[in-house]
């Protein structure tokens, strides 16, 4: 009776899926689990050449010599153990197989019986674990370099080059995107990327990306991952014909806002996987606090900076302010009321700039704030001229020689009669953006008569104010009042502009 006869019985009954082989390579049995696994039914298989069915094109030459070897030398290596290997199924596609292989002898004839057992479930088991291995490494190495004291373009080759190695996926691309949240910047490539996809490199650098166009700029329009199984066949890649058969995107977000996109490309033919989104993801968040970290530090920075430097040019200006209110005093008391006020207008200066960012503070607001602190009265006092910002050390000096001339205008000038009035315009001046002229103009007052010696508020007047603007000062003493210009003297730009620098 046939061998394949004998065990018909217990090819039906076994879990795993069995094929009977004989000397020349011919299925001889083929039992229903083997018609699950490989798609073959056993009317369709047996007869057939099991290498030239089953066994996958890269391993068929070796299949046929080692069969022929047993033939013609009685040597067989795979017989009595446990192999992993893969097999082809009806529809071309490879699956992963345990095989152990027994020869049967019955009535002088010989037989190999196969048992092979699908393990798809058991890789993927074992990926996905060795993939949260990775993942949870990658990750861990991602923070420590987030504690440490590296720039963010560091932090994105080591983002790119840990995904590429957990996604196995050869080339990782970051593009930064500016501060119109609509042009994208093409930023730092994986590692290996300038040498391995070089093509990729310049065509990138030779498309201007924004919002919308070709891969990344989906992935900013959307703020979401976008997947291209198939590069070479979808419209909106704009880089083909350059060996890349994938590709994927995702954004990188910091403060509210997309503040990067990283893309990577694979050479073979991907679908799209759920969990390496996933992972792009949460390791993109940890870029973006990186990003948030080192701003936080850059901005702490620039304010202590900025506060030592306000700080000490304060305190030269008390210093200035004491020394000249109390140096040549008789009246102890007026020296007091005297130095009080003017401190009073550094004050209400710095609450200005404190209100507008510190860096820079509209001029008009200035010219109010010390006219306030000295009362003007709002019917005799105007005050005219474009939004326009200066610098918190200009500020303080512009607050100082305000607050001068409105002193002295009570005392001695226009204010000090009834009928007084003082018309305070600044404007831009035509040949030069970052300049701007600013005059103080008596009239219906005492004449003005030339001090016999220059105090304190000459020197804010004169030269502290030409030293912080940059202007030239002019002071005229004529019948009909004071007058005082300022020409040339620097500003920032209007709000917007002075905002952006």
């Given at each position: 009776m046939p061998i394949e006869t004998i065990l018909r019985p217990i090819l039906d009954t076994v879990l795993d899926a069995v094929v009977v082989m004989d000397r020349n390579g011919i299925i001889r049995a083929w039992n229903h689990h083997s018609e699950t696994i490989f798609g073959w039914t056993a009317d369709e298989a047996i007869g057939h050449n099991l290498g030239d069915l089953i066994v996958p094109p890269a391993m068929r030459e070796a299949h046929h010599r080692g069969l022929a070897r047993f033939n013609a030398e009685g040597v067989a290596r795979v017989l009595d153990q446990r192999l992993e290997l893969s097999g082809i199924r009806r529809d071309g596609s490879e699956v992963p197989v345990e095989l152990s292989i027994t020869l049967v002898n019955r009535e002088g004839r010989e037989m190999f019986v196969g048992f092979l057992r699908d393990i798809s479930e058991r890789r993927q088991a074992e990926a996905q674990v060795e993939f949260q291995l990775r993942e949870s490494r990658l990750m861990l190495e991602l923070s420590e370099l987030a504690g440490r004291d590296a720039s963010f373009e560091k932090a994105l080759v080591a983002t790119l080059d840990a995904i590429c190695e957990l996604a196995e996926w050869p080339v990782g691309h970051a593009f930064l995107v500016d501060d119109d949240d609509c042009t994208l910047v093409s930023s730092v490539w994986s590692t290996s990327a300038k040498t391995a996809?070089?093509?990729?490199?310049?065509?990138?650098?030779?498309?201007?990306?924004?919002?919308?166009?070709?891969?990344?700029?989906?992935?900013?329009?959307?703020?979401?991952?976008?997947?291209?199984?198939?590069?070479?066949?979808?419209?909106?890649?704009?880089?083909?014909?350059?060996?890349?058969?994938?590709?994927?995107?995702?954004?990188?977000?910091?403060?509210?806002?997309?503040?990067?996109v990283l893309e990577f490309f694979s050479t073979?033919?991907?679908?799209?996987?759920?969990?390496?989104?996933?992972?792009?993801?949460?390791?993109?968040?940890?870029?973006?606090?990186?990003?948030?970290?080192?701003?936080?530090?850059?901005?702490?920075?620039?304010?202590?900076?900025?506060?030592?430097?306000?700080?000490?040019?304060?305190?030269?200006?008390?210093?200035?302010?004491?020394?000249?209110?109390?140096?040549?005093?008789?009246?102890?008391?007026?020296?007091?009321?005297?130095?009080?006020?003017?401190?009073?207008?550094?004050?209400?200066?710095?609450?200005?700039?404190?209100?507008?960012?510190?860096?820079?503070?509209?001029?008009?607001?200035?010219?109010?704030?010390?006219?306030?602190?000295?009362?003007?009265?709002?019917?005799?006092?105007?005050?005219?001229?474009?939004?326009?910002?200066?610098?918190?050390?200009?500020?303080?000096?512009?607050?100082?020689?305000?607050?001068?001339?409105?002193?002295?205008?009570?005392?001695?000038?226009?204010?000090?009669?009834?009928?007084?009035?003082?018309?305070?315009?600044?404007?831009?001046?035509?040949?030069?953006?970052?300049?701007?002229?600013?005059?103080?103009?008596?009239?219906?007052?005492?004449?003005?008569?030339?001090?016999?010696?220059?105090?304190?508020?000459?020197?804010?007047?004169?030269?502290?104010?030409?030293?912080?603007?940059?202007?030239?000062?002019?002071?005229?003493?004529?019948?009909?009042?004071?007058?005082?210009?300022?020409?040339?003297?620097?500003?920032?730009?209007?709000?917007?502009?002075?905002?952006?620098?």
């Open positions: 996809a070089r093509p990729l490199v310049e065509a990138t650098a030779a498309i201007a990306f924004g919002r919308g166009i070709g891969l990344p700029g989906q992935v900013l329009e959307t703020v979401q991952p976008v997947w291209i199984s198939t590069l070479e066949s979808d419209r909106a890649f704009l880089r083909k014909g350059l060996g890349f058969e994938s590709g994927f995107a995702f954004p990188v977000s910091s403060g509210g806002r997309c503040i990067a073979n033919p991907r679908q799209p996987e759920p969990a390496l989104l996933l992972s792009a993801r949460a390791i993109g968040a940890q870029v973006g606090r990186v990003h948030e970290r080192r701003r936080a530090e850059e901005l702490q920075a620039l304010l202590l900076a900025e506060l030592n430097h306000r700080a000490k040019n304060i305190l030269a200006v008390v210093r200035a302010i004491a020394h000249l209110s109390f140096g040549s005093a008789s009246d102890l008391a007026q020296a007091q009321a005297i130095f009080d006020r003017r401190l009073d207008s550094i004050a209400k200066a710095n609450e200005i700039l404190h209100a507008q960012s510190g860096q820079a503070a509209l001029l008009g607001d200035i010219v109010k704030e010390a006219l306030d602190g000295c009362a003007a009265p709002a019917d005799r006092v105007t005050a005219a001229g474009p939004d326009l910002c200066i610098d918190s050390s200009t500020a303080i000096t512009v607050s100082l020689a305000v607050h001068e001339l409105c002193t002295n205008a009570f005392k001695y000038g226009a204010l000090s009669v009834v009928g007084g009035t003082v018309a305070m315009r600044w404007s831009g001046v035509a040949d030069d953006d970052t300049r701007f002229d600013f005059e103080w103009v008596e009239s219906g007052g005492p004449a003005a008569e030339t001090p016999s010696r220059s105090g304190f508020g000459m020197r804010i007047l004169q030269r502290a104010m030409e030293l912080e603007t940059g202007g030239k000062a002019e002071v005229g003493f004529a019948p009909t009042g004071l007058t005082y210009r300022i020409v040339g003297a620097r500003h920032r730009g209007a709000p917007d502009r002075a905002k952006a620098a």
